[in-house]
């Protein structure tokens, strides 16, 4: 059990005029939850120095002020002084200053930047008494943080700026997809069972899928009615997932093409090891850039029928 002595001080700023309808009642209630609340009533007896009581015992080491405003408080001046001493304090040692207000009263300027508590009825002050017992024991209702989303510790997502985690999850899956499938439309119900096992609900694929677009990553194919829509991933968005990797897949590819003459996109995939669906993207690279033309039949085949000489000299410097 916590003794007095070890019990944290508050001092209680009020006018006499709310000692007994409030001020008494709500420090025998902190003196119950571990609180040792400073009133003038139990501790001054006749004889004793006002000054010193209050500005040496009532005030120092006071881990918190509990300034009680009301009609009969904001017009007292010696509340006001009170007051002036426990803002000196609060600037130089760090001390809580907690106003509480009763009747509805003007909170006095010099505590308007505070966060105070009000207090309706005086004969119910349960919640203020919880929040400010928590407020002297540095004690939050805040909840107690819970674990990480699954998508965002999924492994090995593209380090791309400018979008969330959510975002660049959503083009991996796509990006996924491609390697096995191609630059084929992905069903919203296969991108939704993916992201739900990483607790990403339709809302945030959504949106996600959007950003995407907007971006070039990726292509929708919108019809009436909300998303999510079908969807593929874009050269752009491949490049962008792929970042330097795709230097190397590039030069791989034109490797094969130079100097083993092949001209499939299936033969350089075997003679690579990469997927076929990233050979086709090298080879699209390479047509951006007019070293190579190529034709592209129904069944998904890629056929290079031109080789300019500058993807030899480009090789070569």
């Not at 004793?48 to 040496?56: G, H, M, P, Q, T």
């Not at 010696?78 to 001493?85: D, F, G, H, S, T």
């Not at 674990?147 to 996924?176: E, M, N, Q």
């Not at 998303?227 to 094969?256: C, F, K, N, T, W």
Request: aromatic residues 6%; contains cysteine; hydrophobic residues 45%.
């Amino acid at each position: 059990m916590q003794t007095t002595s070890a019990a944290p001080k508050v001092f209680v700023s009020h006018a006499s005029e709310d000692k007994q309808r409030f001020v008494i009642p709500f420090a025998t209630a902190l003196l119950e939850r571990g609180i040792d609340a400073w009133v003038d009533r139990w501790e001054m007896l006749p004889g004793d120095s006002l000054v010193d009581k209050i500005f040496e015992e009532g005030l120092k080491d006071a881990s918190a002020v509990l300034i009680i405003l009301s009609n009969a408080s904001v017009a007292k001046p010696w509340v006001r002084e009170e007051l002036n001493a426990a803002v000196v304090k609060r600037i130089e040692k760090g001390t809580k200053i907690i106003p509480i207000v009763l009747d509805g009263c003007e909170v006095p300027q010099a505590l308007r930047s505070l966060v105070w508590e009000s207090v309706k009825d005086v004969s119910d002050f349960s919640g203020c008494l919880s929040r400010v017992v928590d407020a002297v024991f540095g004690h939050t209702t805040k909840p107690p943080i819970g674990a990480t989303p699954s998508y965002v510790k999924s492994a090995a997502l593209p380090d791309i700026g400018g979008l969330t985690t959510a975002d660049r999850f959503v083009l991996k899956v796509l990006f996924d997809t491609f390697l096995t499938q191609g630059r084929e439309y992905v069903s919203p119900s296969a991108i939704l069972a993916a992201a739900a096992e990483y607790e990403l609900d339709e809302p945030l694929v959504s949106d996600s899928l959007e950003v995407l677009a907007h971006q070039g990553y990726i292509e929708l194919l919108r019809h009436l009615g909300p998303g999510p829509y079908h969807a593929r991933i874009e050269h752009h968005g491949v490049s962008m997932v792929l970042g330097s990797a795709e230097q190397d897949l590039v030069a791989q590819v034109s490797l094969r093409i130079v100097n083993n003459g092949l001209t499939q996109a299936a033969e350089i995939a075997a003679a690579t090891g990469q997927p076929h669906s990233l050979v086709d993207h090298a080879i699209y690279f390479l047509e951006i850039y007019g070293h190579v033309k190529a034709v592209r039949t129904l069944d998904g085949s890629t056929f290079i029928h031109h080789v300019s000489p500058t993807l030899r000299r480009v090789l070569a410097a």
